[in-house]
C-alpha cells in the first residue's frame, strides 16, 4: 500500500510550484485592465506590462533615439557598401527615366515641325549614343554628391534635425497604440518554449523539495 505521507509532499510541491510560476508569468500581462471589489482596486490589477506600459514605452523609445538612432551608427551605416549600391542602383534608375522622358518629348517636338521619318530616326540615334555617354557620368555624379551630403548632414545638422522631428515622441505614440493582448500574443508567441521551461521547472523543483521534506521527516 502507497504512503500517502510520502507521496503528498513531493506532488503537492509540483503542484505549488508549476502552479505559481504559470500564476506568475499570467500576470505579467493579465489582467489587461484594473479590477474592482467594492469600489476597491484589487492588488496586482493590471498586470505587469499593462501597468507599466507608458513607463515602458517611453524608456524604449528614448533608448531607441539615443542608442539606435545616432549620428556615429547611420554613419556607418550609409558608408556601407550595400548601401552605396543601392543608392547607385536608385539614381541610376532615375537618371535612365529623366532620359528617357526627354528623349521622348524631344522626338514628340519633332514630330509636329518635322515629318520626315529618317530625321527622326537620326535624332533617336543620336539621343541613344548621348545617353549613353553622359548617364553614366552624370549617376556617377549625383552618387557621390548624394553621399558627401549624407555625410555633412550627419555630422552638422543631425541632432538639430532629430529634435524637431521629435522621433522619440513619435515612437512612445507608436508603442502605445500596441493593443496589449496583441502584444501578449508577440512576446508569448515567440518565447512559448522558454515560458514552458519555466513552469515545468518550477514543478520540479517543488517536486524535489517535496521528497526533501520526506526525507528530513523520516530522519528526524
Known amino acids: 500500500m502507497i504512503d500517502i505521507d510520502i507521496i503528498l509532499p513531493p506532488v503537492l510541491g509540483a503542484f505549488i510550484g508549476y502552479s505559481t510560476n504559470w500564476l506568475a508569468i499570467k500576470m505579467i500581462f493579465r489582467p489587461f485592465e484594473p479590477k474592482y471589489i467594492f469600489g476597491v482596486r484589487v492588488p496586482f490589477t493590471p498586470g505587469l506590462i499593462p501597468k507599466s506600459k507608458e513607463e515602458i514605452s517611453r524608456k524604449i523609445a528614448k533608448t531607441i533615439v539615443s542608442h539606435l538612432l545616432t549620428a556615429e551608427k547611420l554613419h556607418t551605416l ?117 515560458l514552458n521551461y519555466i513552469t515545468n521547472l518550477g514543478g520540479f523543483i517543488g517536486f524535489i523539495i517535496g521528497i526533501f521534506q520526506v526525507m528530513l521527516t523520516k530522519i528526524f
Open 78 to 194: 550609409f558608408d556601407s557598401e550595400d548601401f552605396k549600391n543601392s543608392l547607385h542602383q536608385t539614381v541610376n534608375k532615375i537618371v535612365d527615366r529623366s532620359f528617357e522622358d526627354l528623349i521622348e518629348s524631344l522626338k514628340k517636338s519633332l514630330s509636329e515641325e518635322i515629318s520626315i521619318g529618317f530625321i527622326q530616326g537620326m535624332i533617336g540615334n543620336l539621343s541613344e549614343k548621348i545617353k549613353e555617354k553622359i548617364k553614366p557620368k552624370i549617376t556617377e555624379k549625383l552618387s557621390s554628391h548624394i553621399e558627401s551630403g549624407i555625410e555633412d548632414y550627419l555630422k552638422e545638422d543631425f541632432i538639430t534635425v532629430l529634435s524637431k522631428l521629435d522621433l522619440e515622441n513619435l515612437i512612445y505614440n507608436t508603442l502605445m497604440e500596441v493593443d496589449i493582448q496583441t502584444l501578449e500574443e508577440i512576446i508569448l508567441g515567440f518565447s512559448k518554449r522558454q
